[in-house]
């Protein structure tokens, strides 16, 4: 008896393949696939409010020596380059208190949208892996919540705490966090009943690893969606930008910071 032997062909693997990839190589593939135009127009903004200290030519809350008030900018008559955008009413110059001001509006942005959004996303996961009585007393507190005007509660919480970055912050996030609440609780709703939670239930996982290993990293992306800033559906997302605009109305009112 002759016995043959097929000859199995493995396939060649060529340097270019993605298991020979270079590390540099992902990153320059990474970096080809981010939008250039929004990150040449924010990154800007982002690094003049992160080194304001040395951007800002004075001061923004002291007064230009020698400078007079409601000076224009320096394209104009009467402007001089010692102001480039003129000064305010006290004196102050103007362009010194915009670069300041955009570092506030960030950390304001920024830091009241993650305390809303950590605030929303824990109490919506609670309320919706939890259910019974639990889901229905933070149900109950959010409808409450959102009956409440928002930015009027917001200055009165402000007149409250006294003003400061930081107390304006944690107004914020605590008053726009309904939103994340809602959805969050949805998404957990339906996940719960996923056959991957109930699996690790049966295998003895507690409430507290289901919760962080199964539940939080798939509502994540849901928490990002509603962090971002769009208007379009007019539904009022509790967004960076709105925060914002809130920050701002505050500041107009008397209770915000000096600058900005």
């Known amino acids: ?18 298991e020979f990839t270079s590390v540099p190589g992902r990153w320059t593939g990474l970096a080809r696939q981010l939008p250039a135009l929004p990150l040449a127009i924010l990154v800007p903004f982002v690094l003049i409010a992160l080194f304001a200290d040395w951007i800002a030519p004075y001061d923004p809350t002291e007064p230009i020596p020698g400078a007079t008030i409601f000076e224009p ?3 104009m008559e009467g402007g001089s380059t010692h102001a480039l955008l003129g000064t305010d009413f006290q004196s102050r110059d103007l362009l010194s208190r915009l670069i ?15 305390v809303a959004g950590s605030i929303g996303t824990a109490l919506g996961i609670l309320a919706g892996y939890l259910g019974g009585w639990v889901d229905q007393v933070i ?7 959102l009956a409440l005007p928002a930015l ?9 705490l006294g003003p400061s970055m ?19 609780r949805g998404e957990v ?3 719960r009943e996923r056959e991957f939670v109930k699996l690790a239930e049966i295998a003895g996982g507690s409430r507290t690893r289901v919760i962080f290993r199964h539940i939080l990293p798939n509502v994540l992306n849901s928490t990002m969606v509603l962090a971002k800033p769009d208007d379009r559906r007019g ?6 930008a709105e925060l914002s605009r809130g920050r701002r109305a505050a500041a107009r009112a008397g209770l915000g910071l000096d600058v900005g």
């Open 166 to 184: 930081w107390n304006i912050v944690i107004i914020l996030g605590a008053v726009y966090w309904t939103r994340y609440a809602r959805v969050i």
């Open 100 to 114: 300041f001001g955009a570092r506030v509006s960030l950390i304001v942005g920024v830091m009241g949208t993650l």
């Open 235 to 240: 539904d009022h997302r509790r967004s960076l």
């Open 73 to 75: 900018p320096f394209w």
């Open 152 to 160: 009027v509660f917001a200055i009165f919480l402000a007149t409250m």
């Open 1 to 18: 008896m002759i016995s043959t032997i097929e000859e199995t062909r493995v396939p060649a693997i060529t340097v270019g393949s993605p």
């Open 189 to 191: 709703l339906s996940l």
């Open 139 to 145: 149900m109950r507190l959010t409808d409450a919540w």
